[in-house]
């Protein structure tokens, strides 16, 4: 893989400082040739045994350094991210697919989250009550659960392990990892530069292998686990929580989005095509925070569309590791397959295709637009996770609010408008746990990232993000007597 060096090219699991070996191996391949990059040995049930007990074993003294200790390693594991962003993000590209200045700002944003975490380890607070009776004191103090453990998903295989394990290590916890088996080599990647950091054997665990149902009983079974984060969609999150609650585990759940960007009348047109651009068309579609659904007020609707239609015609479709390519493959044929089947399914149904969705195999599937939707229409109904816009156009904000709310999810949201009142009633009345107003780019370190509904609950990032990893112990201090 030319231009990533080979010490970052890691081709088994990390567990209790140590490099997996096996003889059962598993290909990874760069999503724009369809070619085998490398090969990883497929790691077991077993092997993640091994991993959550060597993690349990790491716990007591990792839990015992202060905060101050654990922020220093986790910003010299920051500082070597961003080091090597690079060769982390070129790697991101042949595996996942995104062009190159997307993966290298994704190791950024992962690496955000890890120098977040690395000052919020030191601001574990607690609380001083006071007490019922004279002599007596109430303290709340923040304790870290134990291991922690994640099943992470490909769209963003750096981010998503980072803004999980650095708030636990932050926390004090121990982390056990299994990354998608598409997208591995940036979370054996990050190992490597774990172990740079100085980060101790036990702490931080990556366990890569294709038994993802073998592998995740582990992780949400396993009695030495306390705490266990998903990211991924909302039928796979459903069953991973039911199998939590055998052994009553802290559970946070990031799952699927169905998110509405809506421009109202008296939005800036010109922003809110330059957000709906960056809201739809990153990663090709394949992001949960992605618009889903556009819901354009229908006087400024053939305005908004037409300057949308000319950014979508403008966009280069091609390898992620060639210069000025702004959509690279999707993670798989079939993925594109599925996207086509909505967009195929919707235009019978009567929504009007206005340019692209002429895919006929592949990978790549083309920018698309696709106007006069309704709620019934597929497009409108299910996650794209693709490039394809599609509108709809509405006359009140009454409606606006009644059909972006009209869905069983309720990650992000975005609007635009310039009228203050309109701005505080729509962000009031949308039911999501991310509202992006003016704005095409919510997620951020210092941000509380999560949904509501049948999006998942619990927060990533921000002064909220330790509260996941840890629990409150109240101690009764009294004076002992005479």
């Given amino acids: 893989?030319?231009?990533v060096p080979a010490d970052l090219i890691k081709q088994a699991s990390y567990i209790n400082g140590q490099w997996l070996t096996g003889n059962h191996t598993f290909d990874?391949?760069?999503?724009?040739s369809g070619e085998v990059i490398t090969q990883v040995v497929d790691a077991s049930a077993d092997d993640a045994t091994r991993a959550v007990e060597a993690a349990a074993k790491a716990f007591p003294e990792w839990a015992g350094l202060t905060g101050a200790k654990r922020g220093e390693l986790l910003y010299r594991w920051y500082q070597l991210m961003m080091e090597n962003q690079q060769a982390l993000g070129r790697l991101m590209t042949l595996e996942q697919g995104k062009p190159l200045a997307e993966a290298k700002g994704e190791i950024a944003y992962g690496a955000g989250y890890v120098k977040w975490f690395a000052g919020e380890a030191e601001r574990a607070y607690g609380a001083m009550i006071p007490a019922a009776n004279p002599g007596e004191q109430i303290q709340a103090v923040r304790k870290p659960l134990g291991v922690a453990a994640a099943i992470t998903p490909w769209n963003f295989p750096n981010a998503m392990i980072a803004r999980k394990a650095?708030?636990?290590l932050a926390a004090g916890c121990t982390f056990v990892v299994r990354p998608a088996s598409k997208t591995p080599l940036s979370a054996l990647a990050m190992a490597e530069l774990a172990e740079r950091a100085g980060i101790p054997a036990g702490v931080f665990n990556v366990v890569a292998g294709t038994d993802s149902a073998g592998i995740g009983k582990v992780l949400t079974t396993h009695p030495s686990i306390a705490k266990f984060s998903f990211t991924g969609s909302t039928p796979v999150g459903r069953k991973l929580a039911e199998a939590c609650?055998?052994?009553?585990k802290k559970v946070s759940m990031e799952l699927g989005g169905n998110a509405p960007f809506i421009v109202f009348d008296d939005a800036d047109i010109d922003a809110a095509v330059e957000g709906a651009m960056l809201c739809k068309f990153r990663n090709a579609g394949q992001t949960c925070v992605c618009a889903n659904r556009f819901y354009v007020q229908a006087s400024v609707a053939e305005e908004f569309t037409t300057k949308l239609l000319a950014k979508i015609k403008a966009l280069k479709v091609g390898d992620g590791t060639e210069d000025g390519v702004d959509i690279g493959p999707l993670i798989s044929e079939e993925a594109a397959a599925d996207v086509h089947k909505l967009v195929d399914e919707s235009v019978k149904q009567g929504a009007k295709l206005i340019y692209g969705g002429d895919w006929q195999q592949g990978a790549y599937y083309p920018p698309t637009l696709v106007t006069a939707l309704t709620a019934d229409m597929p497009l409108f109904s299910e996650e794209i996770f693709g490039p394809v816009a599609a509108i709809q156009t509405f006359e009140t904000e009454q409606q606006a609010l009644q059909l972006a709310n009209d869905t069983i999810?309720?990650?992000a949201s975005y609007f635009y408008a310039r009228d203050i009142g309109r701005i505080q009633r729509v962000a009031d009345?949308?039911?999501?746990?991310m509202v992006g107003i003016n704005s095409g780019a919510i997620s951020n370190p210092a941000a509380p990232f999560g949904g509501v509904k049948q999006s998942g609950y619990g927060r990533e990032g921000s002064l909220y993000g330790l509260d996941d990893y840890t629990s409150i112990q109240y101690r009764l201090v009294a004076g002992g007597g005479h």
Wanted: hydrophobic letters at 50%; a positive charge.
């Fill in 1 to 3: 893989m030319h231009k």
């Fill in 28 to 32: 990874i391949i760069n999503k724009a």
């Fill in 429 to 433: 009345g949308l039911e999501y746990g």
């Fill in 166 to 168: 650095a708030a636990a």
């Fill in 409 to 411: 999810f309720g990650l």
């Fill in 245 to 248: 609650a055998s052994t009553i």
